[in-house]
C-alpha cells in the first residue's frame, strides 16, 4: 500500500511543471512604427524570471511580417535593461526549426521570446519540429526556464488558440476562428490586445466552442506570470480578463449556424489587474489588497 501512495505521489511531482510562461498583451499601436515594444516594466520581469541581466535570452521574430528590425529592436531593449547575452533566432521554414544551429540555441537558452505579428506563422514554422519538442520538455522539466510572448507569441503558447475573428460581430457564432497552437498550456485559451479591439465576444464564443478550458484576455501593456502550470500573478499597467465557462446553464454554440447570435448563460468573468492572482487548477481568484505596493 505504501508503495502505491508513493508511486502515485511520484508520478504527480514528475508532472510538475517547472518552467514559467509570460503571455503579454502587446501594444496597440502598428507593428511598423513602434514594433510591438512592450512596457518597460513587464520587458524588467522577464529577465527577472529569466535569471537577470546575465541570461541567455532568445529572441524568435517568426510572427513578424518584418522580423530583421524586430529582432533588432528587441536586441536594443534587452541591451537597455543591462542584457548581455542576447540572440535573434530567425526561424522562415520549418527547416529553419530543424538547423542544428538552432536548435543548440533553444537548448542553452534561459529565456525564449516570441514576437507578436500572424501566430500562425509560429505554428505553422515551428510546431510539430524538433525545436518545438525541445521547447515543450524543457517548459515542462527546466527550472526557472522561461517562455515569454507578446501578441501573436502569447496566443500561440496555448493548444486551442485563436487564429482570427470579427469584433464587429461579435457573439455571432463564427466570429472566432481557431487553430492549433503549441500546446504548452493546455488549461487556456488566450487573446491579446484585448480592451482596445474589442475582443470580449470572440473570447466568449472560444470559450462557449470549449468551456472546459479557461479564457484569458490581456489588455495592452500588460501580461501574465505563469508558474507550475498553474499559479498566474497580473504584471502590467492594465487588466487580464478571466472568462470561466466552466458553469454555464445554457450554450447554444454546438447546434447553431454560423451568423446566428448566441446564447451564453452563467459565463464567470473576472477582471483582474497588476499583482491579481489566478489559480488556473482550481479556478480561484486571489485580489491583491487596494494598499498593497504595484509590482
Known sequence: MKNSLFLIFKMKFMQQVRG????????????KSRLEFIDDGILYQVVKEAGGIKASIVIIPTASSIPIEVGNNYIEAFTTLGCKNISVLDIRSKEDSEKQSSIDLIRNADCVMFSGGN???ITNKIGGTTIHRILVDRYKNDE????????????????????????????????????????????????????????????????????????IGLAE??????????ECTVIGSGTA????????????????????????ANLKVHVLSNGDQYDIKNRLVTVLPIKAPFI
Open 20 to 31: 514559467i510562461l509570460i503571455p503579454i498583451g502587446g501594444n496597440e499601436e502598428n507593428e
Open 119 to 121: 501566430q500562425s506563422n
Open 144 to 215: 526557472g526556464f522561461v517562455i515569454a510572448g507578446t501578441s501573436a507569441g502569447a496566443m500561440a503558447m496555448t493548444n486551442e488558440m485563436i487564429s482570427g475573428g470579427s469584433a464587429s460581430e461579435s457573439f455571432f457564432k463564427g466570429s472566432v476562428s481557431m487553430y492549433k497552437g503549441l500546446g504548452l498550456i493546455s488549461e487556456l485559451i488566450i487573446d491579446t490586445h484585448f480592451i482596445k479591439r474589442g475582443r470580449f465576444g470572440r473570447q466568449s464564443e472560444a470559450v462557449a466552442k470549449f468551456p472546459n478550458l479557461i479564457g
Open 221 to 230: 501593456d500588460t501580461g501574465m506570470i505563469i508558474k507550475n502550470g498553474k
Open 241 to 264: 480578463i478571466v472568462f470561466d465557462g466552466s458553469s454555464l446553464t445554457h450554450n447554444n454554440e454546438g447546434i447553431l449556424e454560423e451568423g446566428t447570435p448566441m446564447t451564453i
